[in-house]
């Protein structure tokens, strides 16, 4: 029916809504999301991608004069991913509409916001939409206690390398924050504070990996406070396109089984929806760092 689905091509939908918002969206969308941020993305076609994984290379050995060359193979394997869909809508009254820099602010801040959180507390907390989705709820678990701070980060650093995993990010929560900046060396002294600390005041690195806080790492109910992986290189996300936006001022929406005309009630409505994948290559590259539950 015609008028029901607006998108940014109708005649009065262009001036509500600017070209520049949706690559906005998008950055946004990524930019709430620490694990987007840590881990590395991909596109991904709409039936899914397998992608070849290199489990073990092939190996060189030492030959005297005339004797045959060693002859090695390289062992590939893959992984399945598929994308799921992940979507929200914000409702909005018609009066709303005459503030366009309004109506930016809240399309650029809380509808990519809730998809970039909604990702993060699946992958960190959640379970899997779906078949050849990974998360990371799972993970093995390692204690972090202000008893020995620094050597309980060590340990989950200890953990991933044995793995065979390369530790590239401290994904930690604000709960986790006080205990690294306050952890002590033998000597009593404060070990770990330069380094945590940037010129802005934000977590920087630990042990020259980058440390990302987000409230979204941290979760009660498992005490989990951070986790700490090979994301730079064991973890990828795939997304099928970018964040798609639609509105519409004619539809009803189901707001908590409440139906809403928003034709009846001078409203409209904002879709914003996306597609996307994740996996890790070795799930055994990525612990779990917990500590206290206070929030």
Known sequence: MAGIDLNRTSANVGALLPR???????????????????????????????????TGDAEADWVAETDEKPVSQSAVSNKSMTGYKLAVIETFSEEFRRDLPALYSELARRLPAALGRKFDQTVLHGEAPGSNFDVLSGSASVTVDSTDTVGDLVGALSTVGAAGGDLSHWLLSPQAEGLVMTAKDAQGNYALLRDVQSSTGNIGSLFGREA????????????????AGDFANSAIYGVVEDVRVKISDSATVNKNGTQINLWQRNMFAILAEVEVGFIVRDGAHFVKLTGPTAG
């Open 20 to 54: 520049e918002v949706s690559s906005e969206i998008w950055s946004t969308a990524v930019e709430e999301s620490v694990v987007m941020r840590a881990s590395r993305r991909i596109n991904l076609p709409g039936s899914g991608l397998t992608i070849p994984i290199i």
């Open 212 to 227: 990302l806080k987000s409230r979204a790492v941290f979760d009660s109910a498992s005490s989990t406070i951070g986790y």
